[in-house]
């Protein structure tokens, strides 16, 4: 089995007849983008603060997701400098994001589209906060 990459998160995320999949990403997603941010904590180019803040909303929408069945977890690899090195993780939570709304949008998840949107809005959030980590446009050391 080969190691999956942000755009096979992706395309999980937006398989509309697998709810289990679909959550399976959306729970990939948080664990990449949280151990990102313990990474990014310790950056000294970032504000360890707002680093924080990200794995914190990931790893409460993690929480609330049931983990994977199967598969392996994506390696965060070495980001980009400056805030474009982070978008690549902050478009998949927002991906993520979108993804969460959809389902909980539609009839047969009426039941769980409180939960769906709560997990949604940690996604945002998230990428929002992620964003935020890096101001400049990378420095040099």
Known sequence: MTQPTITD???ALDDAGRIDVVLGA???A???VGRLADTLALDEDGDEMQAMLVGIKCAEGRRLLPPPEHG????TGTPGSGRG???P??????HTEAA??????TPEHANDAGQLVLVAAHAATAADL???????GGRAS
């Open 30 to 32: 948080f664990d990449v």
């Open 9 to 11: 998160l992706a395309a």
């Open 72 to 75: 392996r977890p994506l390696e």
């Open 85 to 87: 090195g982070l978008e």
């Open 26 to 28: 959306a729970w990939d």
């Open 130 to 136: 992620l964003m935020t980590v890096r101001q400049d």
């Open 89 to 94: 993780y902050a478009a998949l939570l927002r």
């Open 100 to 105: 969460l709304r959809r389902l909980a949008s």
